[in-house]
Structure formats: structure tokens, C-alpha cells
């Protein structure tokens, strides 16, 4: 990844988020919590998912992958942000900053047609209950998944791609928490309006299919919802979906907010509070939207803490005989 022949640049300095060194220790305390939920919080949706039989369905097959995905997502930028806080030296490696963009694209990429697939799979659910064992298989399952992340691979392929052909000469200094695209174009010493241009084309076709899959999907589910006579009957069909909906508007709002549009018009404070929002509080925030929303995750855990008491008793029982 590294060009060195064609930059003076062998290392950045990421500025973060603040020069005050009191803000800078709440923040540091405020997301050291926030890593430690989201930690907890998508490794326990994950072990839940995979140790209770009754939650191997493709919806929750899509949504332990979402938990992976968060979890590595936050994983990214998390622990380099954490160090910055606490240190006077914000360096990172030519390389290593090219790295964490190349994993933050690839992440942030792959999760939108995450989205677009679950939103597809509660279409199913909703709009064709009785077909939907048959055409939520689990070969297409895998493929929507496999898809998922080779098309973001290739996204943050081309991105870093593009990043990589640019000059970094006259300075090192990104006025960002961490190696993002929009920072990385205003920093380079070169013209890069065909690079913009490349990279908003790339990444607006990435977040405009997904969202229109998702749009569509969501237009057919409501139109089915509104078609159904009773009240309990619809109030049941829209919780099936609610927390994914939550979950979609909270991620491409923020998206879109910080990537649809030029560098030129690029908010230097808004855009970091736009990025710490979905890098370090949307992680925390999707396994609780998706557990404390949802019955059949909450009745999950209740059986596993069950049968772990029941095992322990045994084991009791044993000792003393």
C-alpha cells in the first residue's frame, strides 16, 4: 500500500477530536465504556445466536454477521482513537493508516448490503410467510453473505486505490480521529477532483443500491401491513422489522450526512461528531436495538442462564453424593 517514491510522507498525525486535555479525558473514559458495551453486547449476541438451536433462522443468521461486523467496525478505529486520547504522540504509520481506511471501508461497505439483505429477508417473512422457509434456504442465505463481503472488499479495494495515487507532500497532519477518506483527499498536495469524484461514484452507488433495496422492501412490507384487518395483526407484523428499520435510519443517515457530498463542503466539527457516532456509538447501539427489542432474544437468554444453573446444580448434586 505504501508509495514513498511518490510522497514525502512516511507518517501522519491524526489530531483527534480535541487539544483540551480534560475534554480529552472524559471522551477517553466516555468511549472506554462504549468499546467495553460494544464489546459485551455484539460477542454476547453472536455466543447467544450460535449456542440456542432456536434462534438458527436467517434472520438471525444475518444478524450475528452484523454483530461480527460491528464488532471488528469497532475494533478499527476504537483502540487507535483510545491511545490518541491519552498520548501527546497521535503518529501512525503511512501503512497502518492506509490499513485501518482499507478495513473501515471494507466494514462500513460490507454492512450496507448486510442491511439490504435483512431487509430483503423480513420482506419475505412479511409479504410471503408460507414461501418463506423455501426461499430463505440456506444456500441463498450464504451467497447474500458471501456477496456481502466481496462486494465490499471491492469497494474498499477501489477506494484505497484511488487514496494511493495521491501526493502527500507539504503535511502529514489529518484533522481527524482516524484515517478517513475525506481527510485524506483535503490533505493531499495534489489536484484530486477525478479521485473525488471516482470515490463519491463508488460510494454512492454502494449506499444508494443498498438503500434503495431497502426502501423497496420496506415499501412492499407496508403496503402488506396496511392490508391486514386487525390491529394486533399489524402491530405484530411491524415489530418483526422495527428494530432493523431503527437500525438502517440511525447507519445511512449518518452515512449519507458524511459522504454524499464534496470535500469542499466538508464540516470539519460536524463530520467528526457525525463519525464518532457511527464508528464508536453505533456498534454499541445495534445489538441493543436488536436484544432489548426483541422477545425471542431476551427469551434466548433466559434459557441459557437456565440451563447453565440447571448444569451447575448437577454438578452440585454430584460432588456431594
Known amino acids: 500500500m505504501s508509495r514513498r517514491n511518490n510522497t514525502n510522507v512516511s507518517d501522519f498525525i491524526l489530531m483527534g477530536l ?15 465504556l462504549i468499546y467495553l458495551i460494544t464489546v459485551l453486547g455484539n460477542a454476547g ?23 461480527f461486523l460491528d464488532l471488528s467496525y469497532s475494533a478499527v478505529i476504537t483502540p487507535k482513537t483510545l491511545e490518541n486520547l491519552l498520548t501527546s504522540t497521535k503518529y501512525i504509520s503511512f501503512g497502518g493508516c492506509f490499513t485501518q481506511m482499507y478495513f473501515f471501508v471494507f466494514l462500513g461497505a460490507t454492512e450496507c448490503f448486510l442491511l439490504s439483505s435483512m431487509a430483503y429477508d423480513r420482506y419475505v417473512a412479511i409479504c410471503h410467510p408460507l414461501q418463506y422457509p423455501v426461499v430463505m434456504s440456506v444456500t441463498l442465505c450464504c451467497s447474500l453473505i458471501t456477496a456481502s463481503y466481496v462486494i465490499g472488499f471491492s469497494v474498499s479495494f477501489v477506494n484505497v ?38 470515490v463519491i ?63 469542499k463542503s466538508c464540516s470539519l466539527g460536524k463530520d467528526q461528531v457525525a463519525s464518532v457516532f457511527y464508528t464508536i456509538v453505533i456498534p454499541m447501539l445495534n445489538p441493543l436495538i436488536y436484544s432489548l427489542r426483541n422477545k425471542e432474544v431476551k427469551n434466548a437468554l433466559i434459557r441459557l442462564m437456565q440451563e447453565r444453573e440447571h448444569k451447575a446444580f448437577k454438578m452440585t448434586v454430584t460432588l456431594h453424593m
Open 45 to 67: 449476541m453472536i455466543l447467544i445466536i450460535r449456542l440456542d438451536l432456536q434462534l438458527h433462522t436467517p434472520m438471525y443468521f444475518f444478524l450475528s454477521h452484523l454483530s
Open 18 to 32: 480535541t487539544d483540551s486535555e480534560e475534554i480529552r479525558l472524559v471522551l477517553f473514559n466516555l468511549f472506554l
Open 201 to 263: 461514484a463508488v460510494s454512492g452507488t454502494t449506499l444508494m443500491v443498498s438503500l434503495i433495496t431497502i426502501a423497496v422492501s420496506y415499501a412492499s412490507i407496508l403496503s402488506t401491513i396496511l392490508k391486514i384487518i386487525s390491529m394486533s395483526g399489524k402491530q405484530k407484523a411491524f415489530s418483526t422489522c422495527a428494530s432493523h428499520l431503527m437500525g438502517v435510519t440511525i447507519f445511512y443517515s449518518t452515512m449519507i450526512f458524511t459522504y454524499l457530498k464534496p470535500s
Open 161 to 198: 486505490l484511488c487514496i494511493n495515487t495521491l501526493h502527500f507532500c507539504d503535511s502529514n497532519v489529518i484533522h481527524h480521529f482516524f484515517c478517513d477518506t475525506p481527510p485524506m483527499l483535503a490533505l493531499s498536495c495534489t489536484d484530486t477532483q477525478d479521485i473525488e469524484i471516482m
